[in-house]
Nanobody, 123 residues
Framework: VQLQASGGGLVQAGDSLRLTCAASGLIFTSYIMAWFRQAPGKKREFVAAITRSGASVEYGESVKGRFTISRENAKKTVYLQMNSLKPDDSAVYYC?????????????????WGKGTLVTVSS
């Protein structure tokens, strides 16, 4: 299983970015997909998740109203559209996959992880 995250970079506060996670080696439609992030010295934090069909999504409190998660099952890809970025959003963003039915917000509940993509937001 491979989860390849991309799209990170250096942006200014208020800018937007779209992260992409391309999955391979798994039956994509059998997995809940999620994004987590981890800033230096901090715990890995839940950002967003989307159910297998895409019908339901969940967001972490700090990103609600600014970030949008979506998926294209035909392309085995999940996206994270990030708007109104803040310096506190700076972190390595990880894509994760979970084989259960319900969304989880704890990193330990996910089966597979990508290597992450770095997002840096300057003030």
């Amino acid at each position: 299983v491979q989860l390849q995250a991309s799209g990170g970079g250096l942006v200014q506060a208020g800018d937007s970015l779209r992260l992409t996670c391309a999955a391979s080696g798994l039956i994509f439609t059998s997995y809940i997909m999620a994004w987590f992030r981890q800033a230096p010295g901090k715990k890995r934090e839940f950002v967003a998740a989307i159910t297998r069909s895409g019908a339901s999504v969940e967001y972490g409190e700090s990103v609600k109203g600014r970030f949008t998660i979506s998926r294209e099952n035909a392309k085995k890809t999940v996206y994270l559209q990030m708007n109104s970025l803040k310096p506190d959003d700076s972190a390595v963003y990880y894509c994760a996959a979970r084989s259960k039915v319900l969304i989880a917000v704890t990193p330990g509940d996910y089966d597979y992880w990508g290597k992450g993509t770095l997002v840096t937001v300057s003030s």
